[in-house]
């Protein structure tokens, strides 16, 4: 076990390594963004060499990636190109943000999936089922940004029941995590439908049904139960998508996130900000995975410890 | 007599081929709306210059904003899905749209098909190093969410649907070399595999000619779902601002502009979403079809 827990943060850290040098080097790829910086009249060479020196541009690029990689282990991204804020500080005012929405999107995919899955791997064969199998084959089919847009267009302009966009309590969560949530509960209501109809064909459902306990309580006690680590597991690894995800609904209402943040930043070239948020991005994903899939072989001996284990 | 039985036999089967496709509807109705949605699709792409009622690109400042035809009784539209903020026909920017996301789906799919094939053959059948490789470069995908790593990569190049299209060659390959590489690994503990090595076949032969026609359905199957992923995550690309040219017509370019007149022009936000769900939908369910029908097993 020991072994195993050595292996995965190993990998873990090559990981982050990797992510790292596809986005250091991919943001330098093209542009300095000194140029772009004084988009607006002639600046002379001195402040062009000014600017460039006090932002580190100057110096070899393989001194300012480990500078970088420095910033990584200490969570210290620089200073934004724009306004000279702690990328670190930029980046944790809007976490919150973020986190919220992650978390109402798994909230709204649980509440819809679970029973979408369920009673569509009890009822199989039946209508019922059909259109479970209907409505996930659609939730995987649209944008989850239309599903934004429509949402908007029907609760926030026609109806006026809840605000459009922006970060103001409760109320202007739901739309948000609707959308977020929605593509996942797609995908998640196949899942809990086959892991259902799989623990349903077992023995002791049997057992359980022939000693004359009532229908649903085998369903939630006994199958549920059963058919609850897959589902959990997937969700866990789904985080990552989801994070990924909040960009483009942030984009849509306006949220106030990282996402955002990120966006923003790519339009005005403020490169430390775009780097440092996607990379933070990026570390709480491996950093939930390495949580999900270390948690996982702990509650269920049974699965294999080690390469394929997955 | 014989002459005449043949006949017979011709006429009959002539008869059975509406019979064939009616009983193929019945048995399995989703494949079949698949295959339509599918269909309409691609014809809009490749006939678009044909079939638009208006040229797409045409600006009317009189115009703009203006209702579908039938949602407005009193004006006087000719337009059947309405204006966008500068007059241009909804209708045709539509058709027009069709061919950004096929284009962005088939030759995407086709990169990442043709990359993944190979590493995944020679993964699979020789293992070792190139095997590590290709597991661990899984592993960072993985890790890694694809929206992102185009968010960073774009926002460099700048717009563009060839940047799109090579971008999600160059990352989507994993799918395909893991799926062939599990295939393969299985397939070459095989008796015929054996028995072709043992009558002196040489790898090159064996791989094309018993390996390849083996792995060519799940290749099928797992590349029409991907043309659907690929077309949505072009469409969120552009309504980021980080995909095609805003000039050209494409769905999310389209909802991007929608965004800003939405309280005032519902349907310039709600058809180039209805559009893109119909393709994506129809790819989906053709590939939900071929898999059923090639290889109901396959984890897909």
């Known amino acids: ?310 | 007599m014989v002459n005449v039985q043949l006949k017979e036999s011709k006429g009959k089967n002539k008869k059975t081929k509406l019979q064939l496709l009616g009983r193929f509807i019945k048995k399995n109705p989703a494949g079949f709306v698949g295959i339509l949605l599918v269909l309409l699709s691609v014809g809009s792409a490749l006939f678009a210059q044909w079939i638009v009622p208006f040229d797409p690109s045409k600006a009317s400042l009189a115009a703009r904003l203006t209702p579908p035809s039938w949602a407005n009784p009193t004006g006087e539209s000719t337009f059947f899905l309405g204006t966008d903020q500068l007059g241009r026909d909804l209708l045709s920017r539509i058709i027009y749209g069709a061919k950004i996301s096929l284009m962005v789906g088939f030759f995407g799919v086709l990169i990442s098909l043709i990359i993944g094939t190979v590493l995944g053959l020679i993964s699979g059948y020789f293992g070792k190093w190139m095997d590590d490789f290709i597991m661990r470069f899984a592993d960072i995908q993985l890790a890694f969410p694809f929206i992102l790593f185009a968010i960073v990569v774009m926002s460099v190049l700048g717009t563009g649907i060839w940047k799109i299209i090579i971008i999600l060659g160059l990352t989507y390959w994993v799918g395909f070399a893991r799926l062939i590489r599990g295939q393969v690994i299985s397939l070459k503990e095989q008796e015929y595999i054996h028995a072709a090595k043992a009558i002196g076949g040489t790898t090159f032969t064996i791989i094309r000619k018993h390996i390849l026609p083996n792995v060519l359905s799940s290749i099928l199957v797992l590349g029409t779902m991907y043309i659907a992923e690929f077309i949505l995550l072009e469409a969120s690309l552009t309504f980021l601002g980080l995909g095609v040219d805003p000039t050209i017509p494409s769905w999310g370019g389209m909802l991007a502009d929608s965004r800003n007149y939405i309280t005032t022009a519902w349907w310039t936000a709600v058809f180039p979403g209805v559009a893109i769900m119909l393709t994506v939908l129809g790819f989906n369910l053709l590939g939900d079809w071929l898999r059923d029908r090639f290889d109901p097993n396959m984890k897909l």
């Open chain 1, 1 to 310: 076990m020991i072994a195993y827990v050595t292996r995965r943060l190993i990998h873990t850290v090559f990981v982050v390594l990797a992510i790292s040098i596809v986005i250091f080097f991919s943001i330098r790829l093209t542009g300095d963004p000194v140029t772009v910086m004084f988009s607006a009249g002639e600046p002379t060479k001195e402040a062009i060499a000014d600017l460039t020196a006090k932002l580190g541009l100057d110096k070899p690029i393989w001194v300012q990636y480990g500078i970088f990689l420095k910033g990584l282990f200490t969570l210290d991204f620089g200073e934004s190109f724009r306004s000279g804020a702690p990328v670190t500080a930029l980046i944790f005012e809007r976490l919150w943000a973020t986190l919220a929405l992650a978390l109402g999107g798994i909230v709204v995919a649980v509440a819809i999936a679970f029973p979408v899955g369920i009673i569509s791997a009890v009822k199989r064969g039946t209508p019922v089922d059909f259109f479970g199998r209907i409505f996930s084959l659609i939730g995987i089919s649209f944008p989850n940004f239309w599903l934004g847009i429509m949402l908007i267009l029907i609760f926030a302009v026609t109806l006026q029941w809840l605000p459009a966009s922006g970060f103001d309590g409760f109320s202007s969560l739901i739309l948000p995590s609707i959308t977020l949530g929605m593509i996942l509960s797609g995908i998640l209501a196949r899942l809990v439908r086959s892991s259902m109809l799989e623990v349903l064909n077992q023995q002791y459902i049997a057992t359980a049904k022939s000693k004359g306990i009532s229908d649903w309580a085998v369903i939630i006690k006994h199958a549920f139960r059963n058919a609850l680590l897959p589902t959990v597991t997937f969700l866990g690894l789904q985080f990552g998508s989801l994070l990924g995800g909040t960009v483009i609904v942030e984009q849509v209402f306006a949220w106030p996130g990282i996402g955002r943040l990120i966006i923003d930043a790519i339009n005005q070239r403020d490169y430390p900000v775009i780097q440092g948020g996607v990379i933070f991005l990026a570390i709480i994903m491996v950093v939930v995975n390495l949580i999900v899939d270390l948690s996982y072989s702990l509650i269920d001996p049974r699965i294999k410890v080690g390469r394929g284990g997955r």
